[in-house]
């Protein structure tokens, strides 16, 4: 009986391992993440529906799809991102140079953005 209650929670354990660690996986996994730059997803810590962009980039006016629906922003390689809350590049606006695993006040809030 304890053998089978310690193995139980060892199960537990891992399961809750892999659920925390499946967004990081599933982004590495990724074919279409940048060397350099960022993917925006729609739902906080790096879930739902996403789209990448490679430094350089810009987006005057996010598609109808994403505009302001963007939860989280995952960075690679070397990238700066900017984000505003108007189209081309109008509006309240923040820089963010690391992974933001929920906008927090920005939101859904995001429809122009520029990767540096």
Do not use: W
């Amino acid at each position: 009986m304890k053998r089978a209650l310690g193995f139980a929670y060892l199960a537990l354990i891992v399961l809750g391992l892999i659920h925390i660690l499946s967004p990081r996986l599933e982004a590495q996994n990724n074919s279409n993440q940048p060397r350099d730059g960022a993917c925006f997803y729609m739902d906080s810590d790096y879930r739902g529906d996403s789209f990448c962009m490679n430094a350089g980039e810009d987006l005057r006016n996010l598609e109808a799809r994403f505009n302001d629906k963007i939860s989280s922003i995952r960075f690679f390689g070397r990238a700066r991102v900017v984000v505003h809350e108007d189209e081309s590049f109008r509006g309240d606006s923040r820089t963010f140079t690391g992974d933001v695993s929920n906008l927090g006040n920005l939101n859904d809030r995001i429809t122009s953005i520029e990767v540096r």
